[in-house]
T-cell receptor, first 116, second 114 residues
């Protein structure tokens, strides 16, 4: 089964509210990354948190990582209509050698709708 | 700065026709390159990745093939398309030989098979 699973699948909030998305995984990771995808576009990297970090901030984004629970959360504060997008977590392993393609596993994503 | 170009943006093809999607990267050398397919409302399925010219690894058995004729060019091909090949195809790159680094995506190709 998939390594990364986002929760919820879809989230609808009002502008100004905070949005929280969660990601769970099953095996040890090197790091975990969050990406954003606007409809019909490619993914854009938002933030990377290493396995030895517990929290990271970038602007209105706050990411936490709990390796004991194998879970991460992405918090978007003071949401805006422009934050409407799908958000994906990617769990990243370190396999060594040249197995780079197998390092990333993307979850199915959370569709966030921010209503004006 | 690095950029990634993917074309065409949309493509409508009949069943049984050939396919060629192209991806090029600028501003970096010897990148890791990836092809993904994304079904509607779903996550990404890794199709192929490459760590160098002529080096292609396939992740799933399928009707598609990939080639890397130049350092920063990655091509996704098929000799005969199937209905099940419809989807959103994404190309991505990451820093050479650091598979844990973030991936950078093109804007994708929406492929519809009729």
């Amino acid at each position: 089964s998939q390594q990364g699973e986002e929760d919820p699948q879809a989230l609808s909030i009002q502008e100004g509210e905070n949005a929280t998305m969660n990601c769970s995984y099953k095996t040890s990771i090197n790091n975990l990354q969050w990406y954003r995808q606007n409809s019909g576009r490619g993914l854009v990297h938002l933030i990377l948190i290493r396995s030895n970090e517990r929290e990271k901030h970038s602007g209105r984004l706050r990411v936490t990582l709990d390796t004991s629970k194998k879970s991460s959360s992405l918090l978007i504060t003071a949401s805006r209509a422009a934050d409407t997008a799908s958000y994906f977590c990617a769990t990243v392993f370190h396999l060594g050698g040249s197995n780079y393609g197998q390092n990333f596993v993307f979850g199915p994503g959370t569709r966030l709708s921010v209503l004006p | 700065s690095q950029t990634i170009h993917q074309w065409p943006a949309t493509l409508v093809q009949p069943v049984g026709s050939p396919l060629s999607l192209e991806c090029t990267v600028e501003g970096t050398s010897n990148p890791n390159l990836y092809w993904y397919r994304q079904a509607a409302g779903r996550g990404l399925q890794l199709l192929f990745y490459s760590v160098g010219i002529g080096q292609i690894s396939s992740e799933v058995p399928q009707n598609l093939s990939a080639s890397r004729p130049q350092d920063r060019q990655f091509i996704l091909s098929s000799k005969k398309l199937l209905l099940s090949d419809s989807g959103f195809y994404l190309c991505a790159w990451s820093v050479s030989r650091q598979g844990w680094q973030p991936q950078h995506f093109g804007d994708g190709t929406r492929l519809s098979i009729l």
